[in-house]
């Protein structure tokens, strides 16, 4: 069972790039969402989705976007790469209680 | 709005010793509670959840956490820890069902078990 892939898992960005990190589940899942990671500060909601079309903010949207076109793919976008947005990013996946994540991308701005 | 709190963003036990990770809640309405353990360069995987049924909660490799209202209160325990048990630990809480994935989460507990 593949659950949710990220790809890439690794990325090095120059400061004003932009790109796109992948995220893609195969459980029929409504609701997908992303977070990122810092040191000691857990993980923060970037943007979510509770089904295709359906898009919001979380906690720290700025510098991101986001489109759900079908159930089972939310990618996220860094429209111009700042050197604070070096995190971790996880996507993640729901029905109900609980969440499913994938194994991460790690982002670095140079 | 929800928040969670984790006590100690560093703890260190002997192997065999009780593990005890600390967290607690703000909710304005009944919560739902999780722990999630993340191993190093790793995706977070659910060890337990609370979702209003039995307060005492039982989850994977051995965990449990009780859910106390009175004290807003979800700690996560092991009786006897593992070597394998070294990992951060994060709690999260969520409210409503059609909140769907959005969790918010703690800020983590590093577990360190020592031989």
């Known amino acids: 069972n593949a659950g949710v892939t990220q790809t890439p898992k690794f990325q090095v960005l120059k400061t004003g790039q932009s790109m796109t990190l992948q995220c893609a589940q195969d459980?029929?899942?409504?609701?997908m969402s992303w977070y990122r990671q810092d040191p000691g500060m857990g993980l923060r909601l970037i943007h979510y989705?509770?089904?295709?079309?359906?898009?919001d903010q979380g906690e720290v949207p700025n510098g991101y976007n986001v489109s759900r076109s079908t159930t089972e793919d939310f990618p996220l976008r860094l429209l111009s790469a700042a050197p604070s947005q070096t995190s971790v990013y996880f996507c993640?996946?729901?029905?109900?209680?609980?969440?499913?994540f994938g194994q991460g991308t790690r982002l670095t701005v140079v | 709005a929800q928040s969670v709190t984790q006590l100690g963003s560093h703890v260190s036990v002997s192997e065999g010793a009780l593990v005890l990770l600390r967290c607690n809640y703000s909710?304005?309405?009944?919560?739902?509670l999780f722990w999630y353990v993340q191993y190093p360069n790793q995706g977070l995987q659910l060890l337990l959840k609370?979702?209003?049924?039995?307060?005492l909660v039982k989850g994977i490799n051995g965990f449990e956490a009780e859910f106390k209202k009175s004290e807003t209160s979800f700690h996560l325990t092991k009786p006897s820890a593992h070597m394998s048990d070294a990992a951060e630990y994060f709690c999260?809480?969520?409210?409503?069902?059609?909140?769907?994935?959005?969790?918010?989460f703690g800020e983590g507990t590093q577990l360190t078990v020592n031989p």
């Open positions: 993640a996946s729901s029905a109900g209680t609980g969440a499913f």
């Open positions: 459980m029929n899942h409504e609701y």
């Open positions: 989705s509770v089904g295709a079309g359906i898009t």
């Open positions: 909710s304005s309405v009944p919560p739902y």
């Open positions: 609370y979702t209003s049924a039995a307060t």
């Open positions: 999260a809480v969520r409210v409503g069902e059609t909140s769907g994935s959005r969790l918010t």
